[in-house]
């Protein structure tokens, strides 16, 4: 497991403000590291962040899927005092919509869940403040039309206005969007930082080229893991923490993030 640290700076935190820490999580797939989660969760806990955010992906989206070692992560993060919030992937998002195919088994995942004390939005916004930074996070469900293999439908800021409204000007406003396709969308929508997964790195990353292929069966994807900049605004891409179906990484390790963002107003 690879962790990478990212650095961002904003003018909607004060510079005499302490750097805000960020933990990101994404693409788990009910992957196990270590005794009850004992090697990710050290690796989290030596980040000390002041916010843990998922985005999405924690579960492998089929009929009577296994679901125990993402909930036996967040029932130890449950324990911690680091807030955790998480948004849907199009795994959980497929099986919360799609019961006649899942039953209720994501209801009873996000139930247990909660019952942590983690904190699932889905299209829904939190409002957090940390020393005198006023956050806004915003927990996109993205339509599972926009997952769709061989395709890439076009995307305005509709469905997010749709959902979330506009922006506060002044408050600093991360989205958590499984999909980083659209991040030109989602900057002119307002998101000072977005955080993203679902493109696995690219699965197969070729030096000097990057990733080679996404879960959407495209080739050589512009947005597959790192830091990206749109005037501006920030999306950290992460290369997920497991894999599933075809469980195949080259030169392409898993990742856990930090994101410091330093005020400069």
């Known amino acids: 497991m690879e962790i990478k640290t990212y650095e961002i700076q904003t003018k909607k935190i004060k510079k005499d403000e302490r750097p805000l820490r960020l933990v990101m999580l994404s693409d788990l797939h009910n992957r196990l590291w270590g005794e009850k989660q004992k090697i990710l969760l050290d690796a989290i806990d030596r980040l000390e962040g002041d916010l843990i955010l998922c985005a999405g992906d924690m579960l492998i989206g089929r009929e009577q899927a296994r679901m125990e070692n993402a909930i036996q992560l967040f029932r130890e993060l449950g324990k911690r005092s680091v807030p955790v919030y998480c948004s849907n992937g199009n795994h959980e998002s497929r099986m919360r919509q799609q019961l006649a195919i899942y039953g209720r088994q994501y209801q009873q995942y996000a139930r247990q869940l909660r019952g942590f ?49 506009g922006i506060h000007d002044g408050d600093f406003h991360i989205l958590l969007a499984h999909n980083p396709v659209y991040f030109e969308t ?40 790192g830091l990206f900049e749109e005037d501006g605004k920030y999306m950290v891409v992460s290369a997920g923490l497991g894999e599933h179906t075809v469980p195949i990484r080259f030169l392409n390790p898993p990742q856990l993030i930090c994101i410091v963002v330093k005020g400069t107003g």
């Open 117 to 165: 004390g983690i904190k699932i939005l889905e299209n829904e916004t939190e409002t957090v403040k940390i020393g005198a930074a006023k956050i806004q996070i915003h927990g996109y469900e993205m339509p599972l039309k926009y997952y769709r293999k061989l395709c890439m439908l076009p995307y305005d800021t509709r469905d997010l206005r749709q959902k979330f409204g």
């Open 186 to 225: 989602y900057a002119r929508w307002g998101a000072d930082l977005t955080l993203s997964g679902h493109l696995h790195g690219g699965i197969i990353r070729l030096p000097g080229i990057g990733g080679l292929i996404t879960p959407q069966a495209k080739l050589f994807p512009k947005y597959d893991r």
